[in-house]
């Protein structure tokens, strides 16, 4: 059964901070991962989406890597802003065969100015 | 393109009643989840659809939560009776293919008291 873990459960930079979030999960024949942002209150937001044959995605400041082998990801959030306060969750298809995700806890990120 | 549509936002009911949340998905997205998320946690699975078939509802408790998806649009979703631990955040999201991503409604919160 996947399982989808994420560490820290919580950090706190100041404005400006180079930062990495982590995402480990236990099944490794996933065919994508996906990065999301939580903000209080509201829904999810797709942030980057990388596909098994992809090692990373960019978007912006925002870079996603993934490493199928060693079942890890990583979210590398450049010169961090205070707009960037949210939780951020990693997701995998529970299966090959359908488009259900399995999520993590989510990292909480609070970024000071 | 205009987003995954929700509502209510809010609704607090006692234990033992009756709920009801209402989702319509982007215009012309074939699979329709409903996730729950409870305060702390990542997002379950509860039940997902494919047009108007279920795909995957083997985490929906059918003692008592519900859901269609009238004529492959629309999508309800209900709780009948509430339970205390049922107090989550339910959230709608459509997928296009396995090879794009998912976009998520607001959420309905919900509170059991």
């Known amino acids: 059964k996947q399982e989808v873990t994420q560490i820290p459960a919580a950090l706190s930079v100041p404005e400006g901070e180079n930062l990495v979030l982590n995402c480990s999960f236990t099944d490794s024949a996933i065919y994508n991962l996906q990065w999301f942002r939580q903000d209080p209150g509201k829904g999810l937001t797709s942030l980057l989406l990388?596909?098994?044959?992809?090692r990373e995605q960019t978007s912006g400041r925002l870079n996603a890597s993934l490493d199928k082998s060693s079942g890890r990801s990583t979210l590398y959030i450049a010169a961090s802003q205070p707009g960037d306060s949210a939780t951020y969750l990693c997701a995998v298809p529970a299966n090959q065969a359908g488009t259900a995700l399995i999520f993590g806890k989510g990292t909480t990120l609070s970024v000071s100015s | 393109e205009a987003g995954v549509a929700q509502s209510p936002r809010y609704k607090i009911i006692e234990k033992r009643q009756s709920v009801a949340f209402w989702c319509n998905p982007i215009s012309g997205h074939a699979t329709l989840y409903w996730y729950q998320q409870i305060l702390g946690q990542g997002p379950k699975l509860l039940i997902q659809f494919q047009n108007n078939g279920v795909v995957d509802d083997s985490q929906l408790p059918k003692d008592r939560f519900s859901a269609e998806r009238l004529k492959g649009v629309d999508s309800t979703l209900k709780i009948q009776p509430a339970k205390l631990e049922d107090s989550a955040v339910y959230l709608c999201?459509?997928?296009?293919?396995?090879?794009?991503?998912?976009?998520f409604g607001s959420g309905t919160r919900l509170t059991v008291v």
């Open positions: 999201a459509s997928s296009l293919d396995r090879a794009g991503g998912y976009t």
């Open positions: 990388i596909q098994s044959s992809q």
